[in-house]
Each structure stands twice: as C-alpha cells, then as structure tokens.
C-alpha cells in the first residue's frame, strides 16, 4: 500500500461501506418485485467491484504489479484500464500523468 494514494484508499473504503449497506439493506427489505432483485442485484456486483478495487490496490495482501500482472495473472485495476489503448489503436493520454 505504501506510495498509493491515501485518498484513493480511503474512497474505497466508503464505498465499501455504501456497497454493504446498499445491499444489506436491499436484502432485509425482501425483494418484493422484479425490480428489487435488480437492485440487489447491483448492490452486490458494486460489493464485488470494490473488492476487486481492493484487491489490486494490496489490501489482501496481493499487489498487482506495474504491468498488471502477478504470478502470472491478468488481473488488472480499473486505472489501469481506463488508462489502456483506445479501441483505434491510439494510445489514450493519462490525465493524471501529463504536466501541467
């Protein structure tokens, strides 16, 4: 974790609590309708997001390096792909990176 952004970490750990709740809630209120299962439904693909956000930031002990790849794995951040190549094949600039 060290060199991250403390800022990044603590975003995600709310929206780890947001995500919980969002579902904690969806699924005490008894999924009544079609509708309620969608949003539990998402309530629970956003836990499953935050935790992936988590796992590539080393919070489980798993750091994914700078290529995205560890042992041999593909898993990547979300940064890092909306960082990636543009469907044309330009390579699309890391607002974060250019100077001011």
Known sequence: ???D??????SLAFQFVA????AL????AGPASH???LQFAAALAWC?????????MGWFGHRVGEDGRKNGGTFSSMR???SSTSADGRKE????????
């Not at 952004?5 to 603590?10: Q, R, S, T």
């Not at 995500?19 to 969002?22: D, E, L, P, V």
């Not at 809630?25 to 005490?28: E, K, W």
């Open 25 to 28: 809630g969806a699924g005490l």
């Open 48 to 56: 499953v997001a935050n935790f992936a956000g988590a796992w590539s």
């Open 19 to 22: 995500s919980f709740c969002w």
């Open 93 to 100: 600039v890391d607002v974060e990176a250019s100077p001011q």
């Open 35 to 37: 509708a309620d299962y």
């Open 80 to 82: 890092r792909l909306m």
């Open 5 to 10: 952004d403390a800022g990044e970490h603590l």
């Open 1 to 3: 974790m060290a060199g």
